[in-house]
T-cell receptor, first 109, second 113 residues
Framework: KQEVTQIPAALSVPEGENLVLNCSFT??????LQWFRQDPGKGLTSLLL?????REQTSGRLNASLDKSSGRSTLYIAASQPGDSATYLC????????FGTGTSLTVIP | NAGVTQTPKFRVLKTGQSMTLLCAQD?????MYWYRQDPGMGLRLIHY???????AKGEVPDGYNVSRLKKQNFLLGLESAAPSQTSVYFC????????????FGEGSRLTVL
């Protein structure tokens, strides 16, 4: 069974810092990897989708990379802002979606 | 541009009562999913559907039933609610898990007393 791990579980950084969130998975036979943001009491909002044939995707200050062979993905957030504070989850797709438990990010003004 | 809509957003039940959560999507997606999210447990798949008239069990199906009578709707039922079913329930849909993007509703918070 696919296992998805996100380390660290929580991260606190000062405003303006660049940061990297990690996602690792055990089975490299995936179709895509998706990064989500979840604000407290809210649903999951899709941030970036990387197809298995792609290496990275960018949206504004966000850049996600995918290395299938090593079973890793990273989400890079540039120039972090307090509004980036949220929980970030990754999900990989095989015959269904497999989720990590997320990294709770706090950006301190 | 509604996307995935869940109703109700909040509900309090007494043990043994029944209820139905409704999920509606307007993206013509074939695949629909019900998840529950609990602290420290992450998202766990309850049931899913690969098209109108089909349903399948996920990771934690016990105590729940589902129906997909129309392509745009996916219903999650609790026949006899238990305190262990206190959770936040999320509905999601996708064109396909094989490369398709997953879209979530805002969630339904259920408390069983």
């Amino acid at each position: 069974k696919q296992e998805v791990t996100q380390i660290p579980a929580a991260l606190s950084v000062p405003e303006g810092e660049n940061l990297v969130l990690n996602c690792s998975f055990t089975d490299s036979a995936i179709y895509n990897l998706q990064w989500f943001r979840q604000d407290p009491g809210k649903g999951l909002t899709s941030l970036l989708l990387i197809q298995s044939s792609q290496r990275e995707q960018t949206s504004g200050r966000l850049n996600a990379s995918l290395d299938k062979s090593s079973g890793r993905s990273t989400l890079y957030i540039a120039a972090s802002q307090p509004g980036d504070s949220a929980t970030y989850l990754c999900a990989v797709t095989g015959n269904q979606f497999y989720f990590g438990t997320g990294t709770s990010l706090t950006v301190i003004p | 541009n509604a996307g995935v809509t869940q109703t109700p957003k909040f509900r309090v039940l007494k043990t043994g009562q029944s209820m139905t959560l409704l999920c509606a999507q307007d993206m013509n997606h074939e695949y629909m999913y019900w998840y529950r999210q609990d602290p420290g447990m992450g998202l766990r798949l309850i049931h899913y559907s690969v098209g109108e008239g089909t349903t399948a069990k996920g990771e934690v199906p016990d105590g729940y039933n589902v129906s997909r009578l129309k392509k745009q709707n996916f219903l999650l039922g609790l026949e006899s609610a238990a305190p262990s079913q206190t959770s936040v329930y999320f509905c999601a849909s996708s064109y396909s898990p094989l490369g398709g993007e997953l879209f979530f509703g805002e969630g339904s918070r259920l408390t069983v007393l």
